[in-house]
């Protein structure tokens, strides 16, 4: 049943002194209150510490993939929604980045800079509410958490009041945006960015010099920079493990190049949670500085090309990827001149920062499993599609 | 057994089993609401009194809520697993309750009525401090009673984490109060909260303090509040020992775990904050309980405000914590208190004030030392950034 | 965008490999994949550490309509059949030079196919594989752990074949439009 | 050297002021407080929202302007049917990427807002237990028929019949849609008026364009049965 590849230690059963003994096997989820979703690890401890751990997935599958095979290009914009539920928006950024590619469209100036306004906001909700979920995983009562919440409402007001919902944005259209914003949008947006960094003070305040927090996460859940490349680790958790790797940057996908950012990544000593925790901290400041960029040099204009209603591109094999907040999304289409997708891929990275989780947690203890569970940030909307 | 002594001995427990639930329900609400204040919420503030249902403005902060949360436990379907031993997961809980109900009793409070009726003080002990911890300590039987009956992997880890951790604290936390026996000369509660009257709380003094801080630390602990609320962690195993009980036996539980804070919180306020010792005492003797009670809900307010904001410890940090860090302590808190008291009996005002400056120094350089060697590498990184 | 990775060395290198330029692709057999993978992969010329996305294609025996162009110049439509195939997609790039992607395809018949695990090779592949097989049902030689991901390991059959047909459907969702709801309205399904 | 337990109390001092703050600052305190609402104004049914005319819930952020649940069909004028817009071509339902549209067109035609004979809707079913409220079918909708409503107050104790919205439950008036989504509306009847007023010109056009036509070739024909050589004069 484990990975070879893993390196498990040699644990057996202890038989001293004639007394019998053996592992406790826990079936961690899938209704386990932190492992965010219907996640399962079967977990075998030694007292408290882990001596194996299998993730089990597949409880919210719908085989996303065969759906959008079986309908219309535009029809699966909705679902990419419900990918990864808590950044709608850059899913249905990296999804009309592969279609437009396959069709190539030109995206008017105004819809790419809302695309990168909306999604620097969502990079700020994910990373706001990871750290609080993050947090509340530690143990504490909610308090991060709901300062995440308190600050993300804000922000799902902004969506709401462009798109007309607050996570199921749906927003975005192959050749640029569904809609224009409303009027006055863009200066309730420079608000809520402008308040933003008072709230970061605050939360850093709170919870950087903690001394619990400290402890807790500073040589936990260890990724060598050399396994975090190899495993196809992408986003916060591959920058922590010290790769400067922005698909932002390598890309520059969109008008990125057209904005001033630093990209926060570690020096790849360890590792561990504290630096997933600190890079997705520091990457929201420079989330900030992308949208006060953007918000000021947001021009006039149309925001959709002349995207053809019916879409029916040539037979073509396109693969469109976007640094969605957690790691590297692609939407890998085939198209074979139907009207409906030959063959349509997403690469989640929820799944596929997973690889690691049984190599980090060996050897922890169990409540140690459960946060770098949480500081892999994942949702299971996205690692079962 | 004469009537007197049913009469005594109902005047010297009634007011404890009144009292002290009614505290209880409150504290409840006070929890909830405070804790939903820390996080910016509103709390419960619909169920009013009696128990109305929109509230509106009867609702007196949701003042109701206790009660109908009591209502609804009583009301809940009682659910055992069906492998459970069912013997031992119903007397669990009541274990739970009981001697966090007995150790009130040698608490110093002192009820206006009892005192014109009782011939004798019925519950000063001359051995109170030892009882306490004594009877205290049953509490972690009947939470590995909780774990083990259960059957349940999740609750057998929260019973060993509880006893695991239980053992360890009791043991700062006794040799934090061996300081204010020393001081005291005397194991019984009145006499050390007497002793403390004139403002001489043992709080105020270098050693005191320290006790004080190592006291309330190891009584976190020793009553699974948060930081150390392990054996009921909620994100780790579910809902610890706990974790299969519903209904009235888990109220009993929360009741027992309440009840355990106000005794342990109140034996704090009688070691180091002068007991019912406060403005007023001497012209009102009946005040001196509700100074007592306000002390202990201060402590309170403390716990719920620590609830609010730490993170939990992790199961060796919490070992490594009470065995690495807080004996150490303790021990040296009991010599440095033997030494400077001794030196401070014959010493001028300004002498003292050194001792006593010195004492805080030597405490503190050591606790520092010793959490720099636990934690070496332990700090707030740098991060480097690409253009 | 991306910088492309020149893909004439490989096939100067290894002579069983073509390029389809239609998909862009690196079309490799599948005994020589692991070979050629992990050269690339530490080749200074490619240094392709890191493999994005691992998928599976179905393609069924379908017919194609081409215009081929005669020698005398005039355009006529030649229907031919494509045989099945079954392809195994890699998304390769190169963290260290920051470039890519090169399309590395593994290409096998369609009836029991078999590839070679990349796993060995890359982590990343380690679920994606899984899933491959799992969805596809692509067998992995040499993957250490391959079993059924997504679906349960009791499921038969791999459904993002394209000639996949889902069985009667016991946990179908009763809709108001179904059959389910007239058997519903009969008392014939408890829901 | 930092303070012994000073990250502590940093983190201590922060969630002490979010407690003071949230008795004093209102932008702090997310929660939405309805019991300022009396019992009798607590929403009863679906579709009690919004209230009046103009009302957007200001004590809730979940409805603004922009906010949509599900789909509703609409009409111009007072009587649902006689100007209902939808004429059942059936594309929302192809496209609807769960598929709860259910449509059954009309047998007969019947003369809608146009004023031309159209098929209708003879069912028109929505269901929202299926519904996610994606909004494909009001953007594939050539004839602005079917737009968003942000009713969201659905609950119903019939988990089938209660959620399965038909075509009464689904027409509102255009003025409902004005009242909902003021912006919106305006610009949509917007475009519908420029529409229809360039379609207007291009008829217009081409009627003009075929009485001029008619007339030259009325005039062609008289030439040419007057036989004049000047018709090429004419032309020019």
Redesign the interface.
């Known amino acids: 049943m484990s990975s070879a590849t893993a390196i498990a230690p040699n644990y057996e059963l202890i038989q001293q002194d004639g007394l019998e003994t053996s592992l406790l096997e826990v079936s961690m989820g899938p209704h386990h209150p932190s492992t965010h979703g219907v996640f399962r690890m079967d977990v075998k401890l030694d007292g408290e510490t882990v001596v194996d751990l299998q993730p089990v997935f597949g409880y919210l599958h719908r085989n996303h993939e065969k759906l959008a095979e079986n309908m219309s290009y535009l029809a699966s914009m909705p679902f990419t929604d419900r990918l990864d539920y808590f950044n709608s928006m850059t899913n249905n950024w990296a999804y009309a980045l592969a279609a437009e590619k396959l069709v190539e469209i030109e995206v008017p100036e105004r819809a790419e800079y809302l695309r990168v306004i909306m999604a620097e906001l969502t990079r700020l909700v994910n990373h706001v509410s990871l750290v609080g979920f993050f947090i509340n995983d530690l143990g504490a009562l909610g308090t991060p958490l709901l300062y995440a919440f308190r600050e993300r409402e804000k922000i799902l007001d902004l969506f709401e009041q462009a798109s007309g919902a607050r996570m199921m944005c749906n927003y975005f259209r192959f050749g640029g945006l569904r809609n224009d914003v409303p009027e006055g949008w863009l200066d309730r947006a420079r608000d809520v960015v402008d308040r933003f960094p008072d709230f970061l003070d605050e939360y850093e305040k709170l919870l950087c010099e903690n001394e619990i927090i400290l402890s807790r996460t500073q040589g936990v859940g260890n990724l060598s920079r050399e396994l975090a490349i190899s495993a196809g680790i992408t986003g916060p958790m591959l920058r922590a493990s010290g790769v400067n790797y922005d698909i932002r940057k390598v890309d520059k996908y969109s008008i990125y190049d057209r904005f001033l950012f630093r990209v926060p990544y570690s020096d790849g000593n360890v590792g561990d949670c504290y630096d997933r925790f600190m890079v997705r901290m520091l990457e929201m400041r420079e989330s900030i500085g992308i949208l006060k960029q953007a918000l000021g040099g947001i021009g006039d204009g149309p925001v959709l090309g002349n995207a053809p209603k019916v879409f029916k591109p040539k037979p073509a094999e396109v693969y469109g990827r976007v640094e969605a907040p957690k790691g590297e999304l692609g939407f890998y289409l085939i198209a074979d001149g139907t009207p409906k997708p030959y063959r349509y891929r997403v690469r989640p990275p929820s799944l596929i920062n997973l690889t690691v989780l049984r190599d980090m947690c060996l050897g922890q203890k169990v409540a140690d499993a459960v946060i770098i569970l949480g500081s892999i940030d994942i949702v299971l909307g996205e690692v079962d599609r | 057994m004469s009537l007197d002594l049913i009469r005594d001995i109902l005047i010297a427990t009634v007011p404890l089993l009144v009292i002290f639930p009614t505290l209880f329900a409150f504290t409840t609400w006070l929890e909830r609401k ?2 939903a ?6 709390g419960p ?2 169920v009013g009194v009696p128990l109305t ?4 403005r009867f ?1 007196l902060f949701g003042l109701g809520q206790p009660l109908a949360d009591g209502i609804k436990m009583l009301f809940k379907e009682n659910i055992v697993p069906r492998d459970a031993d069912r013997l031992f997961h119903l007397l669990a809980p009541i274990l739970a309750l009981i001697p966090a109900m007995l150790v009130l009793c040698f608490l110093p409070l002192e009820f206006p009525w009892t005192e014109s009726l009782l011939p004798v003080q019925a519950f000063l002990l001359d051995g109170a401090v030892i009882f306490f911890f004594a009877i205290t300590g049953l509490n972690t039987l009947a939470i590995f009673m909780a774990g083990w009956a259960s059957r349940n ?2 609750s ?2 929260g019973g060993m ?1 509880a006893i695991a951790q239980m053992i360890s604290y009791e043991i700062p936390l006794v040799l934090s109060a061996v300081v204010v026996v020393m001081m005291v000369g005397s194991l019984n509660a009145a006499e050390i909260a007497n002793a403390q009257a004139d403002w001489n709380w043992f709080v105020f003094t270098p050693w005191g303090l320290a006790a004080f801080v190592i006291f309330f630390i190891a009584s976190l602990a020793e009553i699974n509040r ?2 150390f ?1 392990l054996p009921e ?6 809902a610890g020992y706990f974790t299969e009980y519903s209904g009235f036996k888990f109220a009993l539980f929360f009741l027992g775990e309440y009840i355990a804070m106000f005794a342990i919180s109140g034996l704090a306020v009688t070691l180091f904050l002068g007991g019912g010792a406060g403005p007023g005492v001497a012209a009102l003797p009946w005040l001196s309980t509700v100074w007592f009670i306000a002390k202990i809900f201060a402590l309170i307010a403390v716990m719920i ?13 919490l070992m490594g914590f009470a065995w690495k860090f807080l004996l150490p302590l303790s021990i040296l808190n009991i010599i440095v208190a033997g030494f400077a008291w001794h030196a401070q009996q014959q010493a001028s005002g300004i002498l003292k004030a050194i001792i006593w400056v010195a004492c805080l120094l030597i405490l ?1 350089a050591t ?2 030392g010793l ?1 720099q060697l636990n ?1 070496p ?11 | 965008m991306s910088h492309t990775v020149g893909h004439e060395p490989i096939l100067g290198k290894f002579p069983g490999t073509n390029w389809d330029e239609k998909a862009g692709a690196l079309v490799v057999p599948a005994l020589q994949a692991k070979e050629i993978a992990t050269w690339l992969r530490d080749n200074d010329a490619f240094l392709l550490d890191y493999c994005s996305n691992v998928t599976g294609v179905d393609y069924l025996e379908c017919e194609v309509k081409e215009k081929v162009t005669k020698e005398d110049g005039t355009v006529e439509t030649v229907t031919r059949t494509e045989p099945s195939r079954m392809d195994v997609v890699y998304h390769l790039y190169s963290m260290q030079k920051q470039t890519g992607p090169l399309v590395f395809k593994q290409r096998t018949k369609r009836e029991q196919p078999e590839v070679e695990s990349l796993t060995p090779v890359w982590r990343s592949c380690e679920l994606q594989e899984r899933e491959v097989f799992d969805l596809f049902g692509v067998n992995f030689k040499g993957h250490p752990d391959q079993r059924r991901i997504l679906m349960w390991d009791e499921f038969e059959g791999h459904p993002m074949r394209k000639d996949y047909t889902e069985p009667f459907d016991y946990e179908w969702e009763p809709t108001p439009h179904d059959e389910i709801l007239q058997k519903h309205q009969r008392g014939k399904v408890i829901v | 050297m930092s303070l012994l337990g000073g990250g502590i109390f940093k983190g201590m001092a922060v969630t002490l002021r979010n407690f003071v703050g949230s008795y004093f600052y209102k932008d702090r305190l997310t929660t939405n407080d309805y019991s300022w609402r009396p019992s009798d104004k607590l929403p009863q049914r679906a579709g009690e929202y919004p209230k009046e005319e103009g009302e957007q819930l200001r004590d809730t952020t979940t409805v603004t302007n922009y906010s949509r649940n599900f789909p509703m069909l609409l009409h111009d004028g007072s009587e649902p049917m006689d100007t209902i817009r939808c004429v059942a071509c059936q594309i929302c339902e192809r496209e609807c990427p769960p598929q709860c549209i259910y449509i059954e067109k009309s047998t007969e035609k019947k003369e809608n807002a146009g004023g031309k004979p159209q098929f209708f809707p003879a069912t028109f079913d929505i269901d929202v237990s299926v519904c996610m409220s994606c909004q494909i079918c009001v953007e594939v909708c050539p004839f602005d028929a079917i737009v968003m409503n942000s009713q969201f107050e659905l609950s119903t104790p019939d988990r089938f019949g209660g959620l399965l919205l038909r075509r009464d439950d689904l027409l509102k008036s255009n003025g409902y849609y004005h009242k909902i989504h003021p912006e919106e509306a305006t610009a949509r009847d917007k475009r519908i008026a420029e529409e229809k007023a360039a379609k207007e010109a291009k008829k217009k056009a081409a009627a003009e364009a075929a009485k001029k036509m008619a007339e030259e070739k009325a005039k062609a024909e008289a030439e040419a049965n007057e036989g004049t050589p000047d018709m090429e004069e004419n032309t020019e």
């Open positions: 405070a804790l204040r820390i996080q910016n919420r509103v503030n619909k249902r929109y509230g509106g609702s992997k999740y057998l880890l984490r948060s930081p609320d962690a909620e994100s780790e195993i579910i405000w620590l609830r609010g904001t730490l993170p939990r410890l992790r199961v060796d940090q503190y606790a520092k959490d934690r590498n332990v700090r707030p990184r740098e991060y480097k950034y690409a253009e």
